[in-house]
RNA sequence: GGAGGGAUGGCCGAGUGGCUUAAGGCGCAGGUUUGCUAAACCUGUUAACCAGAAAUGGUUACGGGGGUUCGAAUCCCCCUCCCUCCGCCA
């Protein structure tokens, strides 16, 4: 969320953000349901004051003089006040507090106007996306797929979306991972395996809740969320705590499988490997001293390039325009890999910089050294990277004449061959 | 899953209805003393929110939520987490 103050005294810069991001929020809305609020905690903050003063002078009067029942009575009276308005009060909090967490997170002066995905900026391109050559083939076009790749008895055993992979498929997926978390590593960033479940308070502090439900998958009986991304437990590792200002940078990536409902989906986005209902990925996760979070945004970015980058895939770098930023973010980019069978771009990472917004809401500060108070810090986060479209991309542009993928060299390492076959 | 014990400020730890933001200690900051260091002594040392140009004033907070009461760290109810023992288990 927002900085409540901000609302408050600069409501035309929160316009600027809603109209950039082109959305449709109510901002009078919230700034009464704030003045409303306001009004009502001064009167009782009064009637507060009143007891308190009373209850300073009834601790020395004598219990049954006629000062004591004289005061007594004139605060029973208050109590009943106190009571009743409190009430108000409380339902007054909640909805300021609601009302402002439908406000967007302000988008950077860097961040271009637009409002469809067509209008992102293509910020740079790497590699050449014809050198799969015109017959490149979509990965599940590629004979002996589904042996390595099997959908129909996932949509069996679970349903769709749920792939198995066998072989040497499961062999180039642990390879993936493998390769992510040590390219990671070595970029500075700590591994953590993490829980993939997580309770409804961290879904909340993340933005999940309560607004996309629905996205997750809910176990009963007891109400917990099969991660989304590792975003959720990762960023809620902190969540209500104070980090000394000499921890930061905190650096840290995890590999989880990431589970999605992907409500609403259809067509050619979730064919094959496109789009699935449970995916690997290594996410990598930031928290910074707000002077430094641009600085960090772009070393990210770069980190995430040099993985594509070694991988030889053609890829190129999007950001995003206000349309297209998403409701947390403050600016971000996207990484796309070129899938030659297809000849469309897949989104592998989302790179993006949420500067307090996201500490705001789980309550993640630091010590400054100058001022010794608790501030709120700066979280980064950005796929590094998604397993299931990078394969894919492996597969549609390493594919040779004899039906075998050539396994990128950096790869070749963790996955032990050079070449993947379907026979 | 069963039985019991616990949760107080940066930390340890008192406090069982009123003048308690909370004794005492540790730690930390400033000062005095002092060849230097140390020690000793003195003073200070929570956060959030609201009002205000500011100085400052006000309210709230003793794991979380609800209740009793004129008044709750203290009494009652519910929940969460931690610890010990038992059971089960990769």
Redesign the pocket.
């Known amino acids: 969320m927002l900085d409540?103050?901000l609302i408050?005294e600069s409501p035309d810069l929160v316009r600027a953000a809603i109209a950039k991001k082109h959305l449709s929020v109510d901002l009078e809305a919230v700034l009464s349901a704030d003045a409303a609020w306001?009004a009502l905690?001064?009167d009782?903050?009064?009637l507060?004051?009143l007891?308190?003063?009373?209850?300073?002078a009834?601790?020395?009067l004598p219990?049954g003089s006629p000062e004591?029942l004289a005061?007594?009575a004139e605060?029973?009276a208050?109590?009943a006040q106190?009571?009743e308005r409190d009430a108000g009060l409380?339902a007054a909090e909640e909805a300021c507090r609601e009302a402002m967490l439908t406000l967007p997170n302000l988008p950077h002066a860097s961040v271009p106007e637009g409002r469809t995905p067509e209008e992102n900026v293509v910020f740079s391109s790497h590699g050449d996306p014809a050198s799969a050559g015109p017959s490149a083939v979509a990965h599940w076009d590629i004979p002996g797929f589904s042996r390595l790749f099997d959908f129909e008895r996932g949509s069996k055993v679970t349903g769709a979306g749920f792939p198995f992979f066998i072989g040497e498929g499961a062999r180039l997926v642990r390879a993936l991972i493998n390769f992510f978390l040590e390219e990671d590593a070595r970029a500075g960033y700590v591994e953590v395996s993490p829980p993939i479940f997580v309770n409804a308070a961290s879904a909340t502090a993340t933005g999940q809740l309560p607004d996309k439900e629905g996205q997750m998958y809910e176990t009963t009986p007891d109400r917990l969320f099969a991660v989304p991304t590792a975003e959720v437990p990762l960023t809620n590792f902190f969540r209500e705590e104070i980090l000394e200002e000499s921890a930061l940078p905190v650096r840290r990536c995890a590999y989880t499988p990431c589970f999605r409902r992907e409500a609403g989906s259809y067509g050619k986005d979730v064919r094959g490997l496109n789009r699935l209902h449970q995916f690997d990925k290594v996410e990598l996760l930031k928290w910074v001293h707000p002077s430094s979070s641009y600085d960090e945004l772009d070393r990210l970015r770069d980190d995430v390039e040099g993985l594509l980058r070694k991988l030889g895939l053609p890829y190129r770098v999007l950001l995003m325009c206000g349309g297209d930023l998403g409701f947390a973010q403050s600016k971000k980019y996207d990484l796309e890999v070129w899938a030659a069978g297809q000849k469309r771009w897949l989104e592998v990472s989302s790179c993006s910089n949420f500067e307090a917004f996201q500490a705001r809401r789980a309550q993640i500060r630091y010590r400054s050294k100058e001022t010794?108070?608790?501030e709120l810090l700066h979280t980064l986060n950005g796929s590094g990277l998604a397993v299931p479209r990078v394969l894919a991309a492996i597969l549609e542009n390493n594919l040779e004449p004899d039906g075998r993928v050539r396994i990128p060299e950096a790869l070749v390492p963790h996955f032990g061959k050079s070449h993947l076959s379907f026979g």
């Open positions: 409540p103050k408050r306001r905690l001064q009782v903050e009064r507060r004051g007891q308190k003063a009373a209850n300073t009834m601790a020395t219990k004591f005061k007594l605060m029973k208050v109590a106190v009571k409380k010794g108070r608790a």
